[in-house]
């Protein structure tokens, strides 16, 4: 079986969220199963690879782009494009090019996957969504599979941009393209792909809604019986505390932990003897700090210190450093992207945050758990699907949840979890009881690949 992979990022070439690290990561573990898979990507600005084959691709005007190959990558080159500072914006906000970006890509992934001999063309997210309808249209062999990895970005653009597609005008309708009266290109994955997956089972069922469902709530449901929720995994060569090399120590248990927690508290000028809450987040509405806004007050009073790290938007960078401010040594805000720094407040901070609205499937909590660091979720999406309540009678659990989206319900959670820290023996079983979750691409892999069998043999 031949699978190739196509997405607008992907590490360790280019990264701006989650998508990449999948992107990266489940090709490698397909390989590893016996599924020969490629992947497919623009060209950014730092990828140095060499060019070779040519293709002339059709948008209103005709444009050269050249391939090239790389370790198991295929980079489409076309500078104009792709050789910027940002990969979809900058900060003034996104490309108003985006359209003819990201069409231009697709035309090119259409050429390759028809003289490529593949069996599955895999895309992900609105970049590629207007590959699946490519296919179709010129009948192509290959099956395709399109996942969503945040329903939230749609790839929207006015109707007025449709003739660069190339397209018949029956594809800009509502059976088609059209969303609202612009064109959407995550809705032509979604209509005109074989199958579709997201990356949870309980966001798979949540965005057939119309509160998390985006418009597309009525077309997600006419393809239920093709969707499909298959929960993210992590890559345990990069997120592994006995072999990480950006943390202060590595460790296998309780103890380790402490020396990592010691650190991060000495460099952030924040008391070791207070259980320590770690927040690795954009900084945005979605992500639940509206009403961490509204309750962060309640839970320094209560006890706990606090370390944020992310960037987003500037509202909250204002409140946050307001607040920091006012809790000096109880509140350490970030507001940068810094990998050493995530990699440490994983490892150092006795439980991770994740208040977030919803949640496709959140690698945060996958990744905390194996650093022994305890998750605070609200109940959505893949936080759903990989928390579960910590149950004392029982042993069970490896979290605290919360369901209602209010900055109360997020304090009683918190609360929750300040009672068990105070019985130290009860909380070091907890923490290292986390440690030995297994979240590895290894299972997930095993599951796309049986959905690609199935598509080879319906």
């Known amino acids: 079986m031949k699978v190739l992979f196509v997405a607008s990022e992907a590490v360790p070439h280019a990264k701006t969220g989650g998508l990449a690290d999948v992107a990266g990561a489940l090709p490698r573990y397909l390989n590893n199963i016996g599924v020969e898979t490629e992947l497919l990507m623009p060209r950014y600005k730092g990828i140095t690879v060499s060019v070779g084959e040519k293709l ?27 050789e910027r500072e940002g990969l979809y914006g900058d900060k003034n906000g996104d490309y108003p090019d985006n359209c003819e970006r990201f069409t231009l890509f697709c035309l090119a992934a259409a050429r390759i996957i028809q003289d490529g001999g593949y069996d599955i063309v895999h895309c992900h997210d609105w970049q590629t969504g207007i590959i699946p309808l490519y296919m179709k249209h010129s009948r192509l062999k290959a099956k395709s599979i399109f996942t969503i990895h945040n329903l939230g970005y749609q790839g929207k ?23 609202y009266g612009d064109m959407s290109f995550l809705k032509a994955g979604i209509v005109y792909a074989d199958k579709v997956t997201t990356v949870s089972r309980t966001y798979a069922h949540e965005i057939q809604s119309p509160e998390l469902g985006f418009g597309l709530d009525g077309v997600l449901r006419v393809r ?29 248990d309780f103890k380790g932990k402490q020396k990592n927690k010691e650190a991060l508290c000495r460099d952030s000028c924040l008391g070791a003897d207070r259980p320590l809450i770690g927040i690795v987040s954009r900084i945005a509405g979605q992500k639940g700090f509206d009403i961490l806004m509204c309750a962060l007050d309640e839970m320094i009073r209560l006890g706990f210190n606090m370390i944020i790290l992310g960037y987003g938007e500037e509202s909250y960078h204002k409140k946050l450093e307001k607040l920091s401010t006012v809790y000096h040594g109880r509140l350490s805000v970030n507001l940068k992207f810094d990998n050493r720094l995530a990699h440490r407040i994983y490892a150092g901070s006795d439980f991770f945050l994740m208040p977030s609205l919803y949640e496709p499937c959140g690698l945060g909590q996958l990744i905390s758990l194996r650093y022994g660091t305890v998750p605070i979720v609200r109940r959505t999406g893949g936080l759903a699907d990989t928390i579960f309540e910590v149950d004392r009678a029982s042993g069970k659990g490896n979290g605290f949840l919360f369901t209602e989206y209010t900055g109360q319900a997020l304090f ?12 130290p023996e009860v909380f070091q079983k907890l923490s290292e009881t986390c440690m030995k979750y297994n979240y590895s691409w290894s299972e997930s892999a095993k599951q796309y690949r049986q959905l690609y069998s199935r598509l080879e043999n319906p």
């Open 56 to 82: 002339t691709v059709k948008m209103l005007d005709s444009y050269k782009v050249q391939i090239g190959r790389q370790d198991g990558f295929i980079f489409v080159d076309y500078p104009e494009f792709f």
């Open 157 to 179: 653009f006015p109707a007025r941009k449709f003739p660069l597609l190339g397209l018949e005008k029956n594809y800009m309708s509502a059976k088609g393209l059209e969303l």
């Open 412 to 423: 009683e959670a918190t609360k929750k979890a300040f009672r068990l820290f105070e019985e």
């Open 224 to 252: 239920a019986n093709d969707l499909y929720g298959i929960i993210n995994g992590i890559d345990y060569s990069q997120w592994n505390p006995e072999s990480d090399s950006l943390l202060y120590a590595n460790y296998s």
